[in-house]
């Protein structure tokens, strides 16, 4: 019995220590999808927020671009590898 319980525990940690290490579950902060939208578009951030959208964290960022128009990103806050920052 104090083997399985053991083994359990072990087992649970390397699950939680891998979901960690893995950045594909990892949230994007707000200030990294600036920095992300910015370096895509190379505007200026006019505006930047986070909303929930259908139950999905999502951060809208408005952009001026070097010719003068304004760009709506938005860009999936709850995991890196799916950010899908497509235009409005």
Do not use: F
Request: a positive charge.
């Amino acid at each position: 019995m104090r083997k399985s319980r053991s083994h359990l525990w072990r087992t649970l940690l390397l699950g939680l220590l891998l979901m960690t290490l893995n950045p594909a579950l990892a949230e994007v902060s707000l200030n990294k999808a600036v920095e992300q939208a910015k370096k895509r578009t190379g505007g200026q951030v006019i505006s930047a927020e986070t909303r929930n959208q259908d139950g999905q964290r999502v951060h809208n960022i408005r952009i001026l671009t070097q010719d003068g128009k304004v760009r709506r990103l938005r860009i999936n806050a709850n995991n890196r590898g799916g950010g899908n920052g497509g235009r409005r």
